[in-house]
């Protein structure tokens, strides 16, 4: 059974940076980070494999930066002058082998 344990998160003003981070119970191919708005179906935010290659959605690219420490098995996504339309619950996502596997989910509020 793989865990991810997500931590970071929190209030924020627009403009203003925050970061996540995720660290898995093992090595994982792919991880990255999902996030679900109120009333919104959940999204894809950027992703990143073990050989750091990544991929971003196109509402935050240049915005954030996702990275990895394949030593720790952990995931961490840099988020950069932050609007109010990024507000969520971001979930960390994992993929080894065909199966995926997801985190708690960590609020993410950016408002004034």
């Known amino acids: 059974q793989v865990q991810l344990v997500e931590s970071g998160g929190g209030l924020v003003q627009p403009g203003g940076s925050l970061r996540l981070s995720c660290a898995a119970s093992r090595s994982m191919i792919r991880m990255g980070w999902y996030r679900q708005a109120d009333g919104k179906q959940r999204e894809f935010v950027a992703t990143?494999?073990?050989?750091?290659?990544?991929a971003y959605a196109d509402s935050v690219k240049g915005r954030f930066t996702i990275s990895r420490d394949n030593a720790k098995n952990t995931v961490t996504l840099q988020m950069n002058s932050l609007k109010p339309e990024d507000t969520a619950v971001y979930y960390c996502?994992?993929?080894?082998?065909?199966?995926?596997?997801w985190g708690q989910g960590t609020q993410v509020t950016v408002s004034s």
């Open positions: 996502n994992a993929e080894l082998w065909g199966a995926a596997y």
């Open positions: 990143i494999t073990a050989l750091s290659t990544t």
